[in-house]
């Protein structure tokens, strides 16, 4: 079993930053798939960024049109811990963040392809 704690949510001003950590924990030794999504009010819960590692410390991001230039995803495996640095941030960033990893290595971008979740933390920018 694989558990997912996110925290570093908050309120924060449009233009402002915040940075979001997931702390892994169970069976993570396998991973080397994760991933943030978000999910508004009445919205379905939609993909951020992910970010793919090999055995030989290469990393690959991938991010959502909306965030790219402004989110940056990493991983710290010693740590076991994702990170989401988001700059710049927008009324319309506003939602619960998730983490999440699946249990293949292939990088993917839909919440059904990912086997564990995270509780969420609430990120609110204000304008």
């Known amino acids: 079993q694989v558990q997912l704690v996110e925290s570093g949510g908050g309120l924060v001003q449009a233009g402002g930053s915040l940075r979001l950590s997931c702390a892994a924990s169970?069976?993570?030794?396998?991973?080397?798939?994760m991933g943030w999504f978000r999910q508004a009010p009445g919205k379905e819960r939609e993909f951020v960024a992910a970010?793919?590692?090999?055995?030989?410390?290469?990393?690959?991001?991938y991010y959502a049109d909306s965030v790219k230039g402004r989110f940056t995803i990493s991983v710290n495996n010693a740590k076991n811990t994702l990170y989401l640095q988001m700059n710049s941030l927008k009324p319309e960033d506003t939602a619960v963040y998730y983490c999440?990893?699946?249990?293949?290595?292939?990088?993917?971008?839909?919440?059904?392809?990912?086997?564990?979740w995270g509780q969420g933390t609430q990120v609110t920018v204000s304008s």
């Open positions: 999440a990893t699946r249990a293949s290595n292939v990088l993917a971008t839909t919440p059904g392809e990912y086997d564990y």
């Open positions: 970010i793919k590692w090999s055995d030989r410390n290469v990393y690959y991001g």
């Open positions: 169970g069976r993570t030794f396998s991973a080397s798939v």
